[in-house]
């Protein structure tokens, strides 16, 4: 059996809206001004306790802003209005239907468990994988090998591809001895034909 893992960020989903827009409005839906001082703030913290694996980045992101709401209202806000605005690839569901005869499927994310499971419901295409794996959980974000070694030990098979958008899953998975094709958003159609099993 072959296992071919997937991207969740910028690959299966992305946002209807910019991030910033998406944050901006998260802020406001708890009834604060989301200053561009507020949300610079929040990614910059948000990004250096996410980089370090901190057990709460978003919380921390946000703590480290002078917003009043509580981090965690803003957190429990950012989070619906992300599951409220993911969008994926028309075909995705198809496509990923039609390879569960032939493949296993996973989802290999960076981020948080509960909050990339949450959007992957919101998308509608949750169904179709036999593992969701977070970066979290292995302690260290693609590029590096744990993750990938997380994702075998999660969804044992003969051989593995990746398909994501961004140098993190190319280089990661040809580190790991994956095969991978980068994701350039065109939608799903070119697959499996497009992966190069040897
Ligand atoms: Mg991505």
Redo the contacts with the bound molecule.
């Keep these: 059996m072959r296992a071919i893992f997937f991207?969740?960020?910028?690959?299966l989903l992305d946002f209807e809206q910019e991030y910033a827009d998406l944050l901006a409005d998260a802020v406001e839906a708890v009834g604060a001004e989301a200053t561009d001082d507020a949300i610079e703030t929040y990614s910059e913290a948000f990004y250096d306790s996410f980089a370090a694996c901190d057990p709460d980045p978003i919380r921390a992101g946000f703590a480290a802003t002078d917003l009043d709401p509580d981090p965690g209202a803003l957190a429990d806000a950012l989070l619906a209005r992300e599951a409220e605005a993911c969008r994926t690839p028309e075909e995705a569901d198809a496509v990923l239907s039609r390879l569960t005869d032939e493949y296993a499927l996973g989802v290999l994310t960076?981020g948080l468990r509960e909050w990339q499971l949450e959007k992957l419901r919101a998308s509608g295409i949750a169904e179709h994988f036999d593992a969701v794996v977070a970066s979290y959980e292995a302690g260290a974000h693609k590029p590096d090998p744990e993750p990938f070694r997380l994702a075998e030990e999660r969804l044992p098979a003969d051989e593995y591809a990746m398909v994501?958008?961004?140098d993190a899953?190319v280089a990661g998975a040809r580190d790991a001895g994956w095969i991978a094709r980068r994701y350039d958003g065109g939608g799903f159609d070119d697959l499996p034909g497009a992966l190069d099993w040897q």
Excluded: A, P
């Design positions: 991207d969740l960020d910028g690959t960076n994501g958008d961004s899953d």
